[in-house]
């Protein structure tokens, strides 16, 4: 388990000496699966929380001790699952139609439609209701490629289920097999700027939130637990999926900007010229043809550390293909292999949405490692991270014997919430899973609705 980190260290270029001050404690099996997904999330989590203590050192001079437990990291990978809103449950995270079925062919597909349009895009290219029954029935007139193609084609998010066979030979599968985990690159000069004051690592730093979802969110979610002021922006055209909003936006600032009409891009251009990271996750070009891609952001604020997320990487056919975990979960392999594991005859999905939460982790990690490199070095940084490197990654940690692991319930991680107030209610949610000596997590700004906030730094 700590091979892993210590590689995505390496990867990132970052001071091998931090290492001596990390405990890793734990071991697998921690949630039921043949992969290593308490592995991946200890060590995405465990990246993170160390480059959050060596930013604290080189604004300080001071070392702290760092400590990730596994099965905390784990849970945190299923926090959607165990949030309470005044004690009840959460809202409903999904569509009644969302899911797995079997197509004319014999073979799955997966259909994401959690977002409106999404879904009534399916049902009319389906011509059903929005009933599971009569979706289940008009997909026997597909086969799964040919619907995976057709909804590709319309915007849509459906994946076919493939094995990591037909994903390794497939040529997304090949193009994803090539690139890194993720990529920390100089794209334009400016000073190497000094680290502002405070008493938390992240103190003092600007961060524009521009995803939505789970992977994107909870990197934002990261860094306001280091300190940062995050500022999430989302326009007010746009669907929400409520439990996934009040879960991570604890921490941040949340303000409504539809950026297509002169007076918001106006407002969110002031706010870049004095961000530090603009973190966004939404489909692959959508905000370069808006005029915030990398190199221009990099114009418009010389010294910005541009994050891209995306579903299946920066290269190969798939490249502009918009998705979620639970698709990318399918189309890769994980749901076939999963199954085989268990011996059904159905798709097993991983027990948590592992990609997205440990993709949200590793871009908090790349981000902070970004910055280092920009206080050391100046200029203007990109990094880029998708879910399916975030799944090539995962495979690469092996399989284990984990399958008849309890499944912890709410009650069995008890220990592991914390109460805390929003603008939602009181909520019970899963506290931050690392352990800092001197800079310990926490989140100074609770959740509150989408828009709440004026488009303006706090003084």
Known sequence: MRTALEALWRAARLDPAALDHLTLTGQEPVLPSSFAVGTAMQASVGAS???????????????????????????????????????????????RIAGAYR???????????????????????????????????????????????????AGLVVAAMRSFAEWDAHPQGQAVARQPLFTIERIGAAPAPSWPSGQRPLSGLRVLDLTRIIAGPVCGLTLAAHGADV?????????????????????????????????????????????????????????AALGYGPDALARIRPGIVAVTLSAYGSGGPWAPRRGFDSLVQTATGFNDAEAGAARSDAPKPLPAQVLDHATGYLMAFAT????????????????????????????????????????????????????????????????????????????????????????????
């Open 49 to 95: 929380a160390l480059a959050a203590a060596e930013i604290w050192r080189a604004r300080s001079g001071r070392s702290q001790t760092v400590s990730v437990d596994m099965r905390a990291a784990a849970i945190a990978a299923r926090s959607e699952r165990y949030l309470t809103v005044d004690g009840g449950p959460a809202p409903e995270l999904w569509d």
């Open 231 to 287: 500022m999430l922006v989302t326009s007010p055209s746009l669907p929400l999926i409520a439990p996934l909003v009040i879960d991570t936006g604890r921490g941040k600032l949340s303000v409504s900007l539809d950026l297509t009409k002169p007076d918001n891009r106006a407002a969110f251009e002031t706010l870049l010229r004095e961000a530090d990271v603009m973190v966004q996750g939404y489909r692959p070009g959508g905000l």
């Open 103 to 153: 197509c004319g062919d014999g073979r799955w597909v997966r259909l994401h439609t959690n977002f409106p349009h999404h879904r009534d895009g399916v049902l009319k290219l389906l011509g059903c209701a929005h009933d599971k029954a009569a979706v289940a029935a008009a997909l026997q007139r597909w086969t799964a490629f040919d619907f995976e193609a057709a909804c590709a084609e």
């Open 368 to 459: 902070m490692a970004a910055l280092l490199h920009r206080a050391r070095e100046g200029g203007s940084w990109n990094v880029r991270l998708s879910l399916a490197q975030t799944g090539h990654w995962l495979r690469s940690l092996g399989r284990i014997d984990g399958l008849s692991c309890h499944d912890p319930s709410r009650d069995d991680v008890r220990d592991l919430l914390v109460e805390m107030p929003s603008g939602f209610g009181t909520l019970s949610v899963v506290k931050h899973p690392a352990d800092l000596a001197l800079t310990p997590p926490r989140w100074e700004r609770p959740s509150v609705p989408l828009g709440t906030d004026p488009p303006a730094w706090p003084r």
